[in-house]
């Protein structure tokens, strides 16, 4: 039950704000794509699952590995598995529309490849080493140009997008950009706060399993709704 417990009303408050942020602009785009019932099953199947899979992980592995971190509390894991959904849902909407499953291993590495770069963008001082700042770039360059062949059925969806709703044909460029920078924005950067050290790796913990829980779910359900 520690996802369901906050230290204090500002940490329930920052929880909530996350929540309502990523849960108002999946509704939105789900609303529109009519997702609806997969949003809310896979809300649902994280918010009893992923409690129990992030115990098993701070009992296991928080010991050896992190030993400083004595106790974990508070739904940051759930509300960036919400933000983890979003790529997935994006592309599954422009899996219907071409009647094509683009949702394969190769957006799945991006996915979480960005998960990793952002762990170390926001926790090491890149700025300050240019070696790390070429590394990012190269990342970038190189599985953009190895992945170059998936984008272009999603250049093509956006595109067809602008011919019938203007507005939606914005959100699903801003959806990838919007999964990109509300880490940087709502993720812990001071990992000490108060004498107490915060849980920062469930946040990762949680947007690395909802983008793993999202990835199966969509790949089922579009291969046995055809």
């Known amino acids: 039950t520690n996802a369901f417990i906050h230290k204090d009303m500002s940490h329930l408050w920052h929880n909530l704000q996350g929540y309502f942020i990523f849960g108002f602009i999946l509704l939105i785009f789900a609303?529109?794509?009519?997702?609806?019932?997969?949003?809310?099953?896979?809300?649902?199947?994280?918010?009893?699952s992923l409690p129990i899979i992030s115990s098993i992980i701070e009992?296991?592995?928080?010991?050896?590995?992190?030993?400083?971190?004595?106790?974990?509390?508070?739904?940051s894991g759930l509300v960036s598995a919400i933000l983890g959904?979003?790529?997935?849902?994006?592309?599954?909407?422009?899996?219907?529309k071409q009647k094509n499953s683009l949702i394969n291993m190769n957006f799945f590495?991006?996915?979480?490849?960005?998960v990793a770069l952002l762990f170390v963008i926001i926790y090491?001082?890149?700025?300050?080493?240019?070696?790390?700042?070429?590394?990012?770039?190269?990342?970038?360059?190189?599985?953009?140009?190895?992945?170059?062949?998936?984008?272009?059925?999603?250049?093509?969806?956006?595109?067809?997008?602008?011919?019938?709703?203007?507005?939606?044909?914005?959100l699903t460029i801003l959806l990838p950009i919007f999964f990109?920078?509300?880490p940087l924005l709502l993720f812990p950067v001071k990992?000490?706060?108060?004498?107490?050290?915060?849980?920062?790796?469930?946040?990762?913990?949680?947007?690395?399993?909802?983008?793993?829980?999202s990835f199966l779910?969509?790949?089922?359900?579009f291969s046995h709704c055809r």
């Open 217 to 221: 779910f969509f790949k089922f359900k």
């Open 59 to 75: 009992i296991l592995i928080y010991p050896i590995f992190m030993p400083m971190i004595k106790t974990s509390q508070g739904s």
């Open 124 to 170: 090491y001082p890149i700025h300050k080493n240019m070696f790390f700042i070429l590394l990012v770039v190269a990342c970038i360059l190189f599985f953009g140009y190895l992945y170059r062949k998936n984008f272009k059925p999603l250049l093509k969806g956006i595109f067809e997008e602008s011919k019938d709703n203007v507005i939606f044909y914005f």
């Open 85 to 96: 959904f979003l790529p997935m849902l994006w592309i599954y909407h422009f899996s219907k």
């Open 180 to 182: 990109m920078v509300a």
């Open 191 to 213: 990992i000490v706060q108060s004498n107490s050290m915060v849980d920062f790796f469930m946040h990762y913990i949680g947007l690395i399993y909802g983008i793993i829980l």
């Open 109 to 114: 590495n991006l996915s979480t490849l960005y």
């Open 31 to 48: 609303n529109k794509t009519e997702d609806k019932k997969n949003l809310f099953l896979l809300f649902l199947f994280a918010l009893i």
